[in-house]
Nanobody, 125 residues
Framework: QVQLVESGGGLVQAGGSLRLSCAAS????????MGWFRQAPGKEREYVGA????????YYADSVKGRFTISRDNAKNTAYLQMNRLKPEDTAVYYC??????????????????WGQGTQVTVSS
């Protein structure tokens, strides 16, 4: 069973950047596909993007495509979410998720069995 801990959230002005980290422990990190989701107050959890076991295989929601970049360092058991050109509507709690199963749509939270506690990202206008 893998444990996930996010870090790197904070307050940033619109147009700024943040990099979130997701440190994994307790499992074979390289065997997990990783997802990033976010949840704003009063809204449902929203898919942000995902990365497969192959670090070059990344996928993004249309709302963040071209602004956010997901990467992973299997040697460090860590996944990253680089967020550039942030907008106030990006304000949310960001969660990383992991699963070793090779099936299920990446955009669905039900495809991921392990979750971090979340980190708050607030973008001011």
């Amino acid at each position: 069973q893998v444990q996930l801990v996010e870090s790197g959230g904070g307050l940033v002005q619109a147009g700024g950047s943040l990099r979130l980290s997701c440190a994994a422990s307790g499992g074979t990190f390289s065997s997990y596909r990783m997802g990033w989701f976010r949840q704003a107050p009063g809204k449902e959890r929203e898919y942000v993007g995902a990365i497969l076991w192959n670090p070059t295989s990344t996928y993004y929601a249309d709302s963040v495509k071209g602004r956010f970049t997901i990467s992973r360092d299997n040697a460090k058991n860590t996944a990253y979410l680089q967020m550039n050109r942030l907008k106030p509507e990006d304000t949310a709690v960001y969660y990383c998720a992991a699963d070793a199963r090779p099936f299920g749509p990446l955009s669905s939270a039900t495809s991921f069995g392990f979750w971090g506690q979340g980190t708050q990202v607030t973008v001011s206008s």
